[in-house]
């Protein structure tokens, strides 16, 4: 989820229409229904020759709390993040943010982000 708030007036040089200012980023939680067991799934997000199969060209993937994710795009951008939890079969959680700034650049946000940053915080 993240919050918006509408700004009254327009950027200069900007067209007419809305225009929101970002004030708050809050966690993304994410879930997925899938036609397959736990264990089937779990190795897809946890084992980088898996992972590829479904997103990105390539990964590195530590997953234990505190090791790295790093998934390579098929378009060349990079993510990059940090398990947090792992308990097989039924749960993965990491954090996931741009790992370069070209990438971050085209989303409007400043930066590549803090990949190692603990999303409890």
């Not at 084992?47 to 994710?69: C, I, K, T």
């Not at 795009?73 to 940090?82: L, N, Q």
Request: charged letters at 20%.
């Amino acid at each position: 989820m993240v919050a918006y708030r509408l700004a009254s007036a327009r950027p200069a040089g900007g067209s007419r229409g809305v225009y929101i200012d970002m004030t708050e980023i809050l966690p993304v939680e994410v879930t997925v229904l899938v036609p397959a067991g736990p264990s089937d799934v779990f190795g897809y997000f946890t084992d980088p020759a898996r992972y590829v199969q479904w997103m990105g060209s390539e990964a590195e993937l530590e997953p234990v709390p505190g090791g790295v994710y790093r998934v390579r795009m098929a378009d060349g951008f990079s993510a990059a993040g940090r398990f947090v939890e792992v308990a097989y079969p039924s749960l993965v959680v990491f954090t996931w943010g741009f790992a370069d700034d070209e990438a971050a650049s085209r989303t409007k946000h400043e930066g590549g982000g803090d990949p190692g940053a603990d999303p409890h915080s």
